[in-house]
């Protein structure tokens, strides 16, 4: 993107920054979530830093799991969208219950994220987040499925 947000993507922004951040997340790249072109940079989004009960996990390319993350991006028909990843196993490794599917929500009609339909999901998300054991993440990814 050669210009920056509009006024509408960028009060769409700042938004979602306070809810996420009054939860306990943060902000990745960029410091000023105002600055950040979301939908474009593929590395701007917010992280939830207690997934894995906060403890520090080394990133190893397709092998480590994610942590709880959000960011804005495009949907299948090109329209910019707000996305969801709960923690856990990347691209359908190891079992349902560890695997990770991106939720979608398209913008309400005045062009808003409706943190009222988030914020239940991440009432379920956050402590699973929390709880995650990332050792018992990689044993099922690399060890088969897991049963629980």
């Not at 991006?73 to 219950?97: S, Y």
């Not at 699973?128 to 044993?139: G, V």
């Amino acid at each position: 993107m050669t210009t920056p947000p509009t006024d509408q993507a960028l009060d769409r922004q700042l938004r979602v920054h306070e809810f996420l951040t009054a939860r306990g997340w943060t902000l990745d790249g960029d410091s000023d979530p105002g600055a950040a072109w979301f939908a474009n940079d593929p590395r701007a989004g917010w992280r939830y830093p207690a997934s894995y009960g906060g403890i520090a996990v080394n990133d190893v390319a397709d092998t480590t799991p994610v942590p709880l993350q959000a960011y804005f991006t495009f949907g299948e028909d090109g329209e910019e969208v707000f996305t969801l990843v709960p923690a856990g196993n990347l691209r359908g490794n190891g079992c349902a219950e560890h695997d990770t599917t991106e939720r979608f929500f398209t913008f309400t009609a005045d062009g808003a994220v409706d943190l009222d339909e988030i914020a239940p999901l991440l009432e379920t998300w956050e402590p699973r987040a929390r709880a995650l054991d990332p050792r018992a993440l990689i044993e099922c990814r690399y060890f088969g499925p897991c049963t629980d």
